[in-house]
């Protein structure tokens, strides 16, 4: 039988005094016991115990309830904001250059975004609203933006044909392969603009993505013939700011070939490939196939002369848009607890940020890289593929005027060269 509330209240009185002078084991231990003798639970036992000499517990005459709690609210000062308008308009601003990415990553792109547009001349900041910018959290950001995100609230077939005998000889990759703590080691894969109709040529996009920064080169090809996709693979190579040392593609017959095993043989680029039917090997380009490609330049059929050409002119803007100014979270680690998976990502940082900061990168390169960073505005550049979107998509006035001869194609491409770039 559990005791009555006098004695309850006797034996609070008894120790109570002794509770606030003991040691923080003791203390422990006397609220174990204490608990177990009256049946509170432990935090109100505690409060009990804590309450000053002659403080009245348990519940009050007239006490609590929603007339309690309004009164005290009404009490509270309000405090005054700290993120007023003239905050959320250049956050909003810097929010559109950066292709409206979640508040982790603009958080760490803030930095270098508003250096580039005052260096630039696209915006003037005051002392405050640019040290407010600086500090913001990504919490404050995701919070400050959510009434613009809240107004912008198809799946392609894979077009991969297998390759044939020389699967044997191109071994396939497992992660024991790659040294992925440094620059060199691409994912490379081919995005089709079929249209959701895979009758025909149409265009591709090659996509190379470097595992370790993320750094991220993009072409347009033609088709999907070996010999364009190999030209498309050396123009990406000579255009990346590292040498090359491995390359891992799928087992399509594009990449499956003579002539790029005996390229990689004879520069010494290791060569492997993913187990068919699991596009999860090549899980980083596969990522960047819809958040560089895709989130670019849609579904869409594309296979005329001009598209090929306005595509190739926007990857020129994109891989120094995305590259310099736009940052990435890289997967740690990822634990299970029975159902539960809990993922660890590291500070988000663009690639251009992740190869200056790695020891396997030349002085020379990244004092390349830092000059080129420093004539950038980020704001041109996504004006300029803001552009080059509006002229892959033509108006439905143009659509009847599309005659045979802009179905023809280039005899090369329009690739920018490594001197350009660098």
Not at 241 to 257: A, K, M, Q, V, W
Not at 335 to 364: C, E, F, I, M, W
């Amino acid at each position: 039988m559990g005791l009555t509330m006098r004695e309850r209240k006797a034996v609070s009185r008894e120790i109570k005094g002794k509770y606030r002078r003991a040691g923080k084991k003791e203390k422990g231990n006397m609220l174990d016991w204490f608990c177990h003798a009256t049946g509170y639970n432990r935090c109100y036992a505690g409060r009990v115990l804590r309450a000053e000499p002659g403080t009245r517990w348990g519940p009050q005459p007239g006490g609590g309830g929603k007339a309690q709690k309004q009164k005290s609210r009404e009490k509270q000062v309000v405090r005054a904001r700290k993120y007023v308008p003239e905050v959320v308009g250049p956050l909003g601003a810097i929010w559109e250059v950066a292709g409206k990415i979640c508040g982790k990553r603009l958080a760490a792109a803030i930095p270098d975004l508003v250096q580039a547009m005052e260096r630039s001349g696209e915006c003037r900041l005051s002392p405050q609203v640019r040290a407010l910018l600086l500090e913001m959290s990504a919490a404050t950001i995701d919070r400050l933006l959510a009434p613009e995100k809240k107004k912008l609230r198809l799946k392609a077939r894979s077009g991969t044909k297998p390759g044939t005998l020389l699967k044997s000889q191109i071994p396939i990759r497992t992660f024991a392969d790659w040294d992925e703590g440094r620059p060199g080691f691409v994912e490379v894969d081919l995005v089709a603009h079929d249209g959701g109709d895979g009758r025909g040529e149409f265009i591709q996009t090659l996509d190379m993505l470097d595992v370790f920064s993320g750094w991220t080169e993009t072409r347009a090809v033609k088709n999907k013939a070996q010999r364009w996709v190999f030209e498309a693979l050396k123009d990406a190579r000579a255009a990346l700011p590292f040498p090359l040392l491995g390359l891992d593609s799928d087992n399509g017959g594009e990449f499956i070939n003579q002539e790029l095993l005996r390229y990689c043989q004879q520069n010494e680029i290791t060569f492997t490939r993913s187990r068919p039917y699991n596009k999860n090997d090549s899980c980083h380009v596969e990522q960047k196939n819809w958040t560089v490609v895709r989130q670019t330049v849609g579904y869409r059929r594309f296979q005329t002369d001009q598209q090929l050409r306005t595509l190739n002119r926007l990857y020129r803007a994109l891989r120094l848009y995305t590259n310099f100014f736009i940052p990435s979270m890289k997967l740690v680690r990822k634990t299970r607890n029975g159902s539960r998976v809990t993922k660890k990502y590291d500070k988000p940082l663009s690639p251009y940020r992740r190869l200056l900061a790695s020891p396997h990168l030349s002085q020379n390169a990244k004092q390349r890289l830092s000059n080129l960073f420093y004539n950038l505005n980020p704001a041109q550049l996504r004006r300029t593929i803001s552009s080059l979107q509006d002229r892959l998509y033509p108006s439905p006035q143009q659509l009847p005027q599309l005659t045979q001869k802009e179905v023809t194609y280039p005899s090369h491409f329009e690739y920018i060269s490594a001197e350009a770039a660098f």
